[in-house]
């Protein structure tokens, strides 16, 4: 059996990697013509955990993980205004959290396809997708080259992330999907030695009113930059006017000296994209099925798309695991979905709860936070904050 997956993200990695331990073939195709090197600092908790121990990941991943000791709000000045600590965080999250940085995630994940046999996956970089179409023997897969290629497999996974190629040519465009959140996020990573010394093991974050911006030390002189902000222009489809650094230094100006500092060292072209989810009433067509953020993408307020995108993937590659012909295929897809659905729907039930309070609008909106925040250490009312944020895991 032949697979061809497609996004060479932590979902895509992961599916591959299962895939092929199953024996399968595949095919892994990335656009972009190397790893990513962007990407936020991310909590990796929940059921993300669970299978990465079952698959023999969570070692790789505990490897290159932070030690992070608290979550710090400070105002303009650098006072600190309230924090939550680390190892409370992990008892609210149901036990083990590691934290992450998204290109040490899928370098992780990338590095565990050695486990697999030699030739079993074929990871090509720079291989853009143009076409998807399916015949009478399964589905075919056009690649953009060098060299222009036609990808004849069993199945095809779609795991390249929110704005999804795969299911914009298989079951309709971005806007059919995609439910914006009225927010922007950006993350990017400067070099900056007095920045990184000055905050180590602490994640920063700006108390502040419709924008946050945050920070994070790692482990050679840089220093890891993530800014959300309001903006309600995703939900119409378009784009924001102006350069994504000019919009950066435009909407975080006046957060403060780090801030500051961040924003003069910003690249030209920083991550930057909508927070949204993607919400579907179907994952699979055919002989293709999608995973991770490309069906079920909870947005970063949810903090649980890693966790979500190697669960997910490691459950698909357990049920099309033992699929031996054609026939299997469909009955293996249903299975995924009706057995994933239902927690990809209770994280962006999550996401939507901390859409709500995650940047307040006012003063008021900001002292509420704060005072939350102090009182997370009380009994119930930890229980409770657990649940807006991270769901029925938080039993």
Not at 204 to 210: K, V
Request: contains cysteine; hydrophobic residues 45%.
């Amino acid at each position: 059996m032949k697979a061809v997956v497609v996004g060479a993200g932590i979902a895509g990695l992961v599916a591959a990697r299962q895939l092929g331990l199953a024996g399968w073939d595949v095919e892994l195709l990335e656009k972009s013509a190397a790893p990513r090197p962007d990407g936020y600092m991310m909590d990796f908790f929940g059921p993300g955990v669970q299978a990465a121990e079952r698959i023999g990941l969570y070692p790789r991943l505990a490897a290159v993980a932070y030690h992070v000791e608290a979550a710090e709000y400070v105002d303009a000045t650098g006072r600190p205004t309230c924090s939550l600590d680390y190892d409370q965080f992990a008892r609210l999250a149901g036990g083990n959290v590691l934290s992450l940085l998204r290109p040490d995630m899928e370098r992780a994940a990338l590095a565990a396809l050695d486990d697999v046999a030699p030739g079993r996956v074929r990871v090509r970089y720079g291989a853009p997708v143009s076409r998807v179409w399916n015949d009478d023997f399964g589905v075919r897969v056009a690649v953009d080259g060098p060299p222009n290629v036609t990808i004849a497999a069993d199945v095809l996974v779609g795991a390249d992330g929110i704005h999804s190629g795969v299911r914009a040519r298989v079951f309709g465009p971005d806007e059919a999907y995609l439910r914006a959140l009225g927010m922007r996020a950006a993350a990017f990573i400067v070099t900056e030695p007095l920045l990184n010394a000055r905050f180590r093991n602490r994640f920063i974050l700006t108390d502040s009113i419709d924008r946050m911006a945050g920070l994070y030390s790692l482990r050679t002189d840089e220093v890891a930059a993530f800014m959300v902000y309001r903006d309600a222009t995703g939900a119409t489809g378009h784009q924001p006017s102006g350069s994504p650094r000019e919009r950066l230094r435009r909407e975080f100006a006046g957060l403060g000296h780090a801030v500051d500092r961040l924003l003069e060292l910003c690249p030209e072209h920083p991550y930057d994209d909508v927070v949204a989810q993607i919400v579907m009433p179907g994952w699979q067509k055919g002989r293709t099925v999608l995973v991770g953020d490309a069906c079920g993408a909870v947005s970063l307020l949810a903090g649980q798309g890693g966790s979500l995108a190697i669960a997910g993937a490691a459950l698909l590659g357990d049920v099309l695991a033992p699929v031996a012909t054609p026939a299997g295929i469909s009955p293996a897809l249903a299975e995924f979905e009706r057995r994933w659905r239902p927690v990809v729907e209770e994280a962006q039930a999550a996401g939507r709860r901390a859409a709500s309070s995650f940047l307040p609008a006012n003063r008021a909106q900001r002292l509420l936070r704060r005072w939350i925040i102090r009182a997370s250490h009380l009994p119930g009312i930890d229980r409770l904050i657990a649940r807006r944020i991270v769901g029925r895991i938080a039993k």
